[in-house]
């Protein structure tokens, strides 16, 4: 049995670690070091976008030094009418105007891009002091809309992961680390 860094055990349904606790720890300091100097003096408001991003953003916030708020926005997934629009759909807006704001947008993953270019231009239209992306994971080869991601924690080969918030089929985002799926798991479903 595989056992990760930080004493977990890799889970049956996963090939093998990619990203380990430890590693993920050392990445979400640094970045929130990285933020709190470049916003010093500024206030921020941090939008994590659910749920993937949940686990990501509570690590985060507690990295960062400066006057910091954070919300969330919930969209739907891409199906094919969101494809054509262009546009991701709101299920969940922020509570507040956020004209003159400071935000960062956090992903947990930014896969094909297109909920996080729809996204950032929505938010670039309500008139904000500026718009950035963090995200802790960037899968590039399957990019289809361009997204100038600011702050970015790990570049991630084209495997299905799991784990710290990223989910399939809602499962695994309870897992501590970042774990590959074993492709058994959704060729069983014929996915
Ligand atoms: C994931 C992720 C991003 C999006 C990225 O969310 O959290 O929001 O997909 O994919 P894209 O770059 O191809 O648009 P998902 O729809 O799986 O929902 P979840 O966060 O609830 O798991």
Redesign the pocket.
């Known amino acids: 049995m595989q056992i990760t860094k930080g004493g977990y055990k890799v889970h049956p349904d996963c090939k093998r670690v990619l990203i380990s606790e430890n590693e993920i720890r050392a990445k979400v300091m640094e970045l929130g070091r990285r933020i709190s100097n470049d916003y010093a003096g500024k206030e921020l408001l941090m939008v994590g976008?659910?749920?993937?991003?949940m686990i990501f953003l509570a690590d985060l916030v507690r990295e960062i030094s400066i006057p910091t708020q954070y919300d969330f926005m919930a969209?739907s997934?891409?199906g094919a009418s969101s494809k054509s629009s262009g546009k991701v759909r709101i299920l969940r807006d922020l509570p507040c105007g956020v004209a003159g704001r400071h935000i960062i947008i956090v992903?947990?993953?930014?896969?094909?891009?297109?909920?996080?270019n729809s996204l950032a231009k929505d938010l670039n239209s309500r008139d904000p002091a500026s718009v950035k992306i963090c995200t802790l994971l960037d899968k590039p080869s399957?990019r289809i809309e361009p997204v100038e991601i600011y702050y970015k924690g790990f570049v991630i080969p084209d495997e299905f992961v799991v784990g710290y918030g990223?989910?399939y089929s809602d499962r695994y985002r309870n897992l501590p680390c970042i774990m590959v799926l074993h492709p058994k798991v959704y060729m069983d479903k014929g996915e």
């Open positions: 976008i659910l749920k993937g991003a969209v997934s891409y992903e947990d993953i930014v896969d094909t891009g297109l909920t996080l399957r990223l989910d």
